[in-house]
């Protein structure tokens, strides 16, 4: 009988776990890929990003003599359809991690389990999975430095090769159709705007992995913090889609290390803080949605979305150099500088004191590269409320940040075309890019910061010796 493959965020042929089981399983393979629960769930730009990856995927089937079979519904019910329609005795699916898809996923295995099927879930989103990595008193880790001790000997397993030709079923099943979808529309750019800096496509993140190898992880240990240098490998939008594995990635950082290249071993431990990410929100869903520390539950949180100063850091008008051209850079290329990421979220939740839930959420909206937990995961440590975070009392000064990380300020002059005579094609894009009752043009004069850093901090810090926790 046919296997049914049900692609989710693992959109790749190579080192595919459930692939591999269901050709030595033997039979015809039956891809599929559900706009359900958890597709439904997603925000603009992710959505966006998954259906592009979901069409080169397609592509990439096709060229192996397969297809990829749509359905919308819950999945469950479109799972069981296609059972029925096509008579097959196998799914398997590539395992995930977030609270909605283990809750919906643990039901679909339950329910085909119960009609006698062969329903299977493989590990390879991760390299450990969130269970099997424990401290010496069987309780999960909330701190990166142990965990990371905790793993990084670990044998990781070699990445599994890429298929051959697909068996085709007999007959194959009715599909929809991608466009008629229209995944992420209504994304406050459009999506002409984001495509040129999308990197889509497995072959494609094999050779961002593979430049990065050759020329950029030497300088990495430093130059990942410059955000004017395009130093870091930039595969966390293949990696938060599966179009790469974290153990490819893993064994090219591990030949890295032994050809003795600088940045090979900070790659490294990158990669175990996606894992951490996820060990985190697997034994505490809440990361995604409360304060990690219920202590902070207490705090004065801004929490209206309408106030101006947050008006201002969507926008890219707070007036600090160093957060409206990260902001604006995400609006553009759907991606932020790492560096970026923390000064914003620093800023919103701590200068601004609004919630970093309106700042998570924003990045949701935006990002092609969102993956649930590290952007949770960020957003708490740049708060103070998450596990291992930043605390409270270390505010980032945003002037401080760009005399060390942008010098010769590149970067912001990079995205902040107001006070220039000639922005550069990326600053001038911004201004393309928004929408006209934003109304802010390139050669309106640059606004002065609307809370001062000296006295944003002095706030904050106040705030947070009054909190009664
Ligand atoms: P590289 O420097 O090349 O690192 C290699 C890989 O390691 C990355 O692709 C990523 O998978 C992982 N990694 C690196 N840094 C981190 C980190 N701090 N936390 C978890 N994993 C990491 N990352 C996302 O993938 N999606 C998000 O939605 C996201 N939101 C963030 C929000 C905030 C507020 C902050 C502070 C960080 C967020 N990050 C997020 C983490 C980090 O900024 C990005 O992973 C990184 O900038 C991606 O660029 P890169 O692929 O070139 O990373």
Redesign the pocket.
């Known amino acids: 009988t046919p296997t049914i493959l049900w692609f989710r965020r693992d959109l790749r042929l190579s080192d595919h776990p459930a692939w591999d089981a269901a050709l030595r399983r033997g039979g015809p393979v039956i891809p599929v890929f559900l706009r359900d629960e958890g597709v439904k769930m997603l925000r603009t730009a992710p959505a966006w990003r998954l259906g592009l990856g979901a069409g080169a995927l397609a592509e990439t089937l096709e060229a192996k003599g397969s297809r990829l079979i749509l359905r919308s519904g819950p999945a469950r019910e479109a799972l069981e359809a296609l059972i029925e329609e096509t008579g097959a005795g196998a799914v398997y699916w590539m395992r995930a991690y977030d609270p909605v898809s283990v809750e919906r996923d643990r039901g679909v295995k339950e329910a085909l389990k119960a009609r006698g099927l062969d329903a299977q879930s493989f590990a390879g989103h991760l390299m450990f999975e969130p269970w099997s990595v424990e401290t010496k008193t069987g309780g999960f880790y909330k701190v990166f430095t142990p965990f990371w001790r905790a793993v990084k000997d670990r044998e990781v397993d070699t990445p599994l090769g890429t298929p051959g030709d697909l068996a085709p079923p007999g007959r194959w099943p009715e599909s929809e159709a991608l466009e008629d979808w229209a995944l992420g529309a209504g994304m406050r750019r459009g999506a002409e705007v984001v495509r040129p800096y999308v990197t889509l496509g497995e072959s494609a993140a094999q050779s961002r992995l593979g430049a990065f190898m050759a020329s950029k992880v030497e300088e990495y240990g430093d130059a990942?913090d410059i955000p004017s240098v395009d130093g870091?490998?930039?595969?966390?939008e293949n990696?938060?889609l599966g179009e790469i594995t974290p153990r490819q990635c893993w064994h090219a950082g591990l030949r890295a290390l032994d050809e003795g290249k600088a940045g090979a071993q900070t790659?490294l431990q990158?990669?175990v803080?996606?894992e951490f990410?996820y060990h985190l929100m697997w034994h505490t869903p809440r990361l995604l949605y409360d304060n990690w520390r219920e202590e902070w539950d207490a705090f004065p949180w801004n929490e209206d979305r309408r106030r101006k100063e947050v008006i201002a850091w969507t926008r890219g008008r707070t007036g600090i150099p160093f957060v409206d051209a990260a902001m604006r850079e995400m609006y553009v290329t759907g991606r932020m500088?790492?560096r970026g990421?923390?000064i914003v979220?620093s800023y919103l939740c701590k200068h601004l004191m609004c919630h970093w839930k309106i700042g998570m959420e924003w990045?949701e909206d935006h990002?092609i590269?969102?993956?649930p937990a590290?952007?949770s995961?960020?957003?708490q440590?740049?708060a103070g409320s998450g596990p291992d975070a930043t605390p409270y009392f270390r505010v980032f000064n945003p002037e401080t940040q760009l005399d060390r990380f942008d010098k010769d300020r590149t970067y912001v002059n990079r995205w902040i075309a107001e006070g220039q005579d000639s922005p550069p094609q990326e600053a001038r894009s911004y201004f393309h890019a928004i929408p006209e009752r934003w109304a802010m043009a390139p050669d309106d004069a640059y606004p002065d910061p609307i809370v001062d850093a000296r006295e944003g901090r002095k706030r904050a810090l106040e705030a947070y010796e009054n909190r009664d926790f």
């Open positions: 990942r870091t490998s930039n595969l966390s990696l938060s790659f990158e990669l803080w996606r990410g500088h790492n990421r923390m979220a990045f990002l590269d969102w993956d590290s952007n995961l960020g957003w440590w740049s």
